[in-house]
């Protein structure tokens, strides 16, 4: 195994490894609220807009009391549509306040509020618990993956947890592309901070160019 790979895994976390939850100021847990606000977070990061404007955003619903599913869909579509507008999340907007209303409708009439119960229902079967999620409006195979990634930190379970998206960015930097070895590599890193890392090294060609001149 490359040292080389090591030193850009290490620059990488060290610079790079904050989850998305974090910066949105999620404080992560198996309960109830915060892992409804990462759906809704997840579902805001898999439209085709900046990842910092949906961070932007996920924390404007919040200040807006939009917090659980009860308040989300007790809300008027307009404060919705006006919250996500205060984030910049203007392109979308519309259609998006109509799906997160649905979705916390269907999270309070199916699971009573509680992602757990969906987990529940799959048996913990991480292919099942994507699958589920991907009934809620606007959540599609990408809103899943990212809830996943980052849920893993939370759901042992479901780690590691390193999509798509989070191997293009071990490809952008010249690592391996099979999670075990990308592991291997990270050490001690939580797998949640790995993924969140490649994924900013996918995103942002920035960050890829930096931690390989760091590395060097």
Known sequence: M???????VRELVGAHGQTYADEAGIRLKDTPQPLYRLLVLAHLLSA????SIAVATARALSEAGLRDPRRMAGADWQERV????????RRYDERTATQLGEGAELLTERWGGDLRRLRDEAEGDVPGVRRLLQEFPGVGPT???????EAQLVWPEAAPYLDRKALQGAERLGLPGDPDRL?????????????????????DKDVA??????AA
């Open 82 to 89: 006006d919250a996500l507008g205060r984030g910049g999340y």
């Open 48 to 51: 085709r807009i900046s990842a």
């Open 2 to 8: 490359s040292g080389g790979q090591r030193r850009i």
């Open 209 to 214: 160019e930096q931690t390989l001149d760091h």
């Open 143 to 149: 809103g899943a993956d990212i809830f996943l990634r």
């Open 183 to 203: 592991l291997a590599l990270a050490g001690k890193a939580e797998p949640a901070v790995l993924a969140a890392a490649l994924v900013r090294a996918a995103v």
